[in-house]
């Protein structure tokens, strides 16, 4: 079997792994059904590239494994990854949440003072009213976990420096 098929192979597998339709691919690519049909059953002279990255971008699957077979086929997505995805945030909101992470629990809190300030807030409890209420929870619990991690990090960097 070549090349083509095997990557034809490995893409309807995950595709379906993923529960999404042909057509569905075919739309968010802007390409008729039959050239994702042509793809997964390995019946092209060259490989549709713009598709496979745009499928494995979106969908966070690793692209050696659709092309290789190496690997396995989905890749470790970070936690701002799934919030960005989830609330559909824009790539400065991701560039500020991936900061926000980063910064030990005293910067976040100052940060967070400077902010409700800023907004005309005068304390979290009327804000918290104000606003999606799991929304936020999901935020400030993802948030609270990567921080965990990032100070883990960054006590470990230090003891082996």
């Not at 059904?33 to 060259?46: C, H, P, Q, Y």
């Not at 092309?67 to 997505?77: F, S, T, V, Y």
């Not at 400065?92 to 910064?103: G, S, V």
Request: hydrophobic share 30%; with cysteine; glycine share 4%.
């Amino acid at each position: 079997m070549d090349n083509t098929k095997e990557i034809g192979k490995r893409f309807q597998k995950i595709r379906k792994e993923l529960k999404l339709k042909q057509s569905q691919i075919a739309e968010e690519t802007g390409v008729s059904d039959a050239v994702i049909k042509n793809l997964e059953g390995g019946r092209t002279k060259s490989l549709n590239m713009p598709i496979i990255n745009y499928f494995c971008q979106k969908y966070n699957i690793n692209i050696d494994w659709i092309l290789k077979g190496e690997g396995e086929p989905i890749k470790e997505i970070s936690t701002v990854d799934k919030l960005c995805r989830e609330y559909n945030f824009s790539e400065p909101e991701k560039i500020m949440l991936e900061n926000y992470t980063k910064l030990s629990n005293e910067e976040r809190k100052n940060f967070t003072n400077y902010l409700m300030k800023l907004l005309g807030i005068n304390n979290i409890t009327s804000y918290a009213s104000s606003t999606d209420s799991n929304l936020r929870d999901d935020i400030i619990d993802e948030v609270d976990e990567e921080n965990s991690k990032n100070d883990i990090d960054k006590s470990h960097n230090i003891r082996n420096s």
